[in-house]
Structures are given as C-alpha cells and as structure tokens.
C-alpha cells in the first residue's frame, strides 16, 4: 500500500476480539503490514480514539507512560500478561486540548491504553517506540458531535500525528455465534455493506446519519461506543482524499471487522 507522504493517514480498525493480540489471523496480518507502510512515514505519535474510554466529558492521556489496562474477563491469563510500553505525550495531549477549545477537554492521569488501543497496536507498531495518547468519547453527543471533533483533529495529521479509531462497524454481543465460522446475520452484512459504500464512494453524511437505516442500525450498533470512532476518521478526511478497505468480513456473525484508511493512494 502506497500513503501519501504529505500527510498521516487516519485508520479505523474494526478490533474484534481482544484475543486478536495474540492471534495471527488475516485480520492481524492486514494490520502488521499497514502498520509497516505507515512506519516508513516516520509518525512522530499516534492518537487513538478507542470504543473503550466512553465517557461522560472528554478526557484526553496526558501522562509520560500511559499503563496497558486490561479492561475484559474470561480471557487466558497470556492476554492478561500482554503489555503494550509505548510512552505517552503529554506535550500533543496539551495540543489536543487546545485544538478542542472552548469544549472542555481533561487533562487525564489515570486511565492509559485500553484493549480497544494495544490490541491493535500490538500488531501494526509492535516495537511499541511511538508516543500513544488517548482521547475519549463523549457518550453524551450525538454523532454529528464525534464528526465534527475529528475535523478539529484533522490538522494533527499535517504535523506527523497518526488518527486511529478502534472499535466496530457491527458489535452485538448478544446475537454473536459462538463459531466462529458461523455466517453473518443478514442485517449485519446489509449494515456493514453500507457503511462500506459509504467510505468508499466519500458519502460522511452517509455514516454521521447511520441510524437512518432503520432496523439494521439499531441491531448493528445497539450501543454507539463502537460505531462512534469511525466519526472520528471520517472527521479527520480531506476532501476528496480516498478511503481504501484494508480487511473486512463478519465474525460471529454480528462483530464487522472492516479496517479503513483515510489517505491511502
């Protein structure tokens, strides 16, 4: 994959399982290798915006070394030992403050890297050698909100800051099948397809307005955390720059793996 060196690309990552840290898979390998053709750009630091730090307010990392938080259950304990050391920048997250300005924006000392974050870190920048900060997400906006903060963000990516958004295009926990060839359910494939098209043909409006398809929405995302950092990559495009599907298929039959870069030529 050739990125267009003017800028950082912004990726979303469709996580999936957290085992996927530990896994190879073709998930994993589409990851490790974008990771690769993004090192070869030199990003000075990466701001994820992760489905896991849903929060009341926006609070934003600002400490030196973000701690690896292992925010699940009922995973073997070689999850639990994985630790992903990337140090943090408190210097970009003071940026970050003020690029969201006059929203008030926390200066966090207690949360760090969450699965959502080292998952997929742990795979495209394994030497963990690249600041990481994260941002939250404002559970109490509506999407237009989430949109409109990643175009605030977009200019980071003209100073080296790579903008990652980690959560799922499709995640309904309680109509997964446990196999894992199982098929996808119909409207997880109909939602993901469109969100796809969305990307693909430069329809945001398409994405910030995804309620409007109806019961397919409402299965697909049950709960916004996971649809809501994908806004954010959205937000963070120029205009008229491509989006390219790195991977995509359907686990479970109702968690969408769908990567997406922002920038990609």
């Given at each position: ?11 979303f ?9 530990l ?24 701001l ?13 990392t600002a ?9 699940f ?17 408190p210097q970009l997250?003071a940026?970050?403050r ?13 949360w ?9 870190l ?7 050698d ?12 509506p ?11 977009a ?31 119909d ?16 329809d945001?409006?398409?994405l ?6 109806g ?11 996971h ?39």
């Amino acid at each position: 994959m050739n990125i267009n060196a003017t800028r950082m690309p912004a990726i979303f990552f469709g996580h999936g399982s957290p085992m996927n840290a530990l896994e190879d898979n073709r998930y994993t390998t589409a990851w490790t290798q974008l990771g690769a053709s993004v090192a070869q750009l030199k990003p000075k630091a990466i701001l994820s915006v992760s489905a896991h730090w849903y929060t009341r307010g926006i609070g934003v990392t600002a400490m030196a070394m973000p701690k690896t938080i292992h925010d699940f259950g009922g995973f073997p304990q070689a999850l639990f030992d994985v630790r992903y050391p990337a140090p943090g920048d408190p210097q970009l997250a003071a940026q970050v403050r003020d690029l969201l300005a006059p929203l008030s924006v926390t200066m966090d000392q207690s949360w760090g890297l969450d699965h959502g974050t080292w998952s997929v870190l742990v795979k495209a920048f394994p030497n963990a050698d690249v600041p990481v900060i994260q941002l939250s997400i404002d559970a109490m906006q509506p999407a237009q909100f989430h949109f409109d903060l990643g175009r605030k963000l977009a200019v980071l990516r003209e100073q080296g800051v790579l903008i990652v958004g980690s959560g799922d295009v499709v995640h309904n926990l309680r109509l997964m099948n446990r196999h894992q060839d199982a098929p996808p359910h119909d409207w997880a494939e109909r939602f993901n397809d469109h969100v796809r098209e969305s990307l693909l043909s430069g329809d945001m409006q398409a994405l910030i307005d995804y309620a409007d398809q109806g019961q397919d929405a409402q299965l697909s995302v049950p709960t916004p955390e996971h649809y809501l950092p994908l806004l954010y990559i959205a937000g963070a495009r120029r205009e008229g720059e491509a989006v390219s599907i790195v991977v995509d298929g359907i686990d479970i039959g109702a968690i969408s793996m769908l990567t997406a870069v922002v920038g990609a030529v």
